[in-house]
């Protein structure tokens, strides 16, 4: 079985800050299924909550870990744009070429914008 991939472009919210935590909106949700060496751009832990768009679970309502109990990981989306356009292959993928595509567009558009990274 592989690993799977989903990423969240997600812009953080400038109102609601949490002590720990500041809360961000999810912009798109992309699953790139296998993502290849894009993974690899991924080191910062995510501080921001994301909103679990999975279930109304009241317990867990943002989402912590991925499917495989890591930490959420995030990468600037200028450096991801740059990782997607190094890798000939990822340009070649049609589910990465269009989140190249859509990121490119959102970065015009908001003042931050991250990736985030879950595997599943």
């Given at each position: 079985?592989?690993?799977?991939?989903?990423?969240?472009?997600?812009?953080?919210?400038?109102?609601g800050?949490?002590?720990?935590?500041?809360?961000?909106?999810?912009?798109?949700?992309?699953?790139?299924?296998?993502?290849?060496?894009?993974?690899?751009?991924?080191?910062?832990?995510?501080?921001?909550l994301?909103?679990?768009?999975?279930?109304?679970?009241?317990?867990?309502?943002?989402?912590?870990?991925?499917?495989?109990?890591?930490?959420?990981?995030?990468?600037?989306?200028?450096?991801?744009?740059?990782?997607?356009?190094?890798?000939?292959?990822?340009?070649?993928?049609?589910?990465?070429?269009?989140?190249?595509?859509?990121l490119?567009?959102?970065?015009?558009?908001?003042?931050?914008?991250?990736?985030?990274?879950?595997?599943?």
């Amino acid at each position: 079985m592989g690993y799977e991939s989903r990423v969240y472009v997600i812009t953080p919210y400038n109102f609601g800050q949490d002590k720990e935590r500041k809360p961000a909106e999810i912009i798109a949700r992309f699953n790139l299924s296998c993502c290849g060496n894009l993974s690899e751009v991924f080191t910062e832990v995510c501080p921001y909550l994301i909103y679990n768009e999975d279930g109304d679970d009241e317990e867990q309502p943002y989402v912590e870990e991925d499917k495989y109990g890591s930490r959420l990981t995030m990468a600037p989306a200028k450096e991801v744009l740059e990782s997607i356009k190094k890798d000939k292959e990822a340009m070649e993928y049609r589910r990465t070429r269009d989140f190249y595509e859509f990121l490119k567009s959102a970065i015009n558009h908001y003042d931050e914008v991250y990736v985030v990274h879950y595997g599943y």
